[in-house]
């Protein structure tokens, strides 16, 4: 498969998350590139890219090898090995990279401390040099810095077709009980002007739903202060955002913060009348309060 272009991967020594982020001039590249597992490990595979190498590099990681074995074994298999590009980092931050000689240039990359950074057909080396350099130096959570790295290497020249696609990939450090569990960001920009503006919309969001999750468990522990404070968070990453705000008025509701709750439901039933057809069906299942008067007040009923 065709999938010229760039990307990171990387661990975080502190949270211990592990992620993967690409950009391309290439529709979907979300669906061929990055590749990762919670527990395990991310994978991104490249250039005339063989996508085997992402879920198979997986089950080797998955078995306890090291990125760099489990690298060996998909290059030493692998007769187009040559034209390949590809980088895997493991749970334990270990990181191996192959960039075969007959990738189209400007093709190369770089290992630092726990991440390495890869690319080609892009305009110069210069590209994944500042790839590097801004992960190193960015601030905020695994997501940020490597949004910052695909936002380098644009302004340094990236692909040199122009851009079309992005995607971002993070996963806990953590192996959960289930492989599907534990993907912190999963978000794809298949197609767009600016992709790499759209993703990073799309991480903010996603950042708010977070923490409302997080909120949510705090809630079901009966931490509910701690619940409260932490929706308060996520709303204020998102305060546009209706369908937050509407979800959130459960968690209200359950701490005891019934006008707080009623006023929020009110805002956004009036911002967006769609969601007063919510209200009963939630009640009905136990989401709202089941309260035939507070229902009716709420929407203008006698």
């Given at each position: 498969?065709?999938?010229?272009?760039?990307?990171?991967?990387?661990?975080?020594?502190?949270?211990?998350?592990?992620?993967?982020?690409?950009?391309?001039?290439?529709?979907?590249?979300?669906?061929?590139?990055?590749?990762?597992?919670?527990?395990?490990?991310?994978?991104?595979?490249?250039?005339?890219?063989?996508?085997?190498?992402?879920?198979?590099?997986?089950?080797?990681?998955?078995?306890?090898?090291?990125?760099?074995?489990?690298?060996?074994?998909?290059?030493?298999?692998?007769?187009?090995?040559?034209?390949?590009?590809?980088?895997?980092?493991?749970?334990?931050?270990?990181?191996?990279?192959?960039?075969?000689?007959?990738?189209?240039?400007?093709?190369?990359?770089?290992?630092?401390?726990?991440?390495s950074v890869q690319a080609n057909l892009v305009e110069?080396?210069?590209?994944?040099?500042?790839?590097?350099?801004?992960?190193?130096?960015?601030?905020?959570?695994?997501?940020?810095?490597?949004?910052?790295?695909?936002?380098?290497?644009?302004?340094?020249?990236?692909?040199?077709?122009?851009?079309?696609?992005?995607?971002?990939?993070?996963?806990?450090?953590?192996?959960?009980?289930?492989?599907?569990?534990?993907?912190?960001?999963?978000?794809?920009?298949?197609?767009?002007?600016?992709?790499?503006?759209?993703?990073?919309?799309?991480?903010?969001?996603?950042?708010?739903?977070?923490?409302?999750?997080?909120?949510?468990?705090?809630?079901?522990?009966?931490?509910?202060?701690?619940?409260?404070?932490?929706?308060?968070?996520?709303?204020?990453?998102?305060?546009?955002?209706?369908?937050?705000?509407?979800?959130?008025?459960?968690?209200?509701?359950?701490?005891?913060?019934?006008?707080?709750?009623?006023?929020?439901?009110?805002?956004?039933?009036?911002?967006?009348?769609?969601?007063?057809?919510?209200v009963s069906r939630l009640a009905a299942v136990g989401?709202?309060?089941?309260?035939?008067?507070?229902?009716?007040?709420?929407?203008?009923?006698?």
């Amino acid at each position: 498969m065709l999938a010229h272009t760039y990307s990171i991967t990387a661990r975080d020594p502190d949270t211990g998350e592990i992620g993967v982020a690409v950009h391309s001039h290439a529709f979907a590249v979300g669906a061929l590139v990055p590749w990762a597992e919670a527990g395990v490990g991310v994978v991104a595979t490249q250039a005339f890219a063989n996508v085997d190498h992402g879920p198979r590099g997986l089950a080797l990681m998955r078995t306890g090898v090291s990125a760099a074995e489990a690298l060996a074994a998909l290059v030493r298999e692998d007769e187009g090995r040559e034209m390949r590009q590809l980088a895997l980092v493991d749970a334990q931050g270990n990181v191996a990279v192959h960039t075969g000689s007959r990738c189209i240039p400007a093709a190369g990359h770089l290992c630092g401390e726990g991440f390495s950074v890869q690319a080609n057909l892009v305009e110069s080396d210069a590209v994944w040099l500042a790839m590097a350099e801004a992960y190193a130096r960015a601030g905020g959570d695994l997501a940020a810095r490597l949004l910052a790295a695909l936002q380098a290497a644009q302004a340094a020249g990236g692909d040199i077709r122009g851009q079309q696609a992005a995607a971002l990939l993070v996963v806990a450090g953590a192996r959960p009980r289930w492989p599907w569990q534990g993907r912190l960001f999963d978000l794809r920009v298949d197609d767009h002007p600016r992709p790499l503006d759209e993703l990073a919309r799309l991480v903010a969001i996603r950042r708010a739903w977070l923490l409302f999750e997080r909120s949510a468990e705090l809630a079901r522990a009966q931490r509910l202060e701690e619940a409260v404070g932490t929706l308060e968070r996520a709303i204020a990453l998102q305060p546009r955002l209706a369908e937050l705000r509407f979800r959130g008025t459960e968690i209200l509701f359950q701490a005891g913060r019934v006008e707080q709750a009623l006023a929020t439901l009110r805002t956004v039933i009036a911002e967006e009348p769609a969601w007063a057809k919510m209200v009963s069906r939630l009640a009905a299942v136990g989401l709202l309060p089941d309260d035939p008067a507070l229902l009716g007040s709420l929407l203008g009923r006698r």
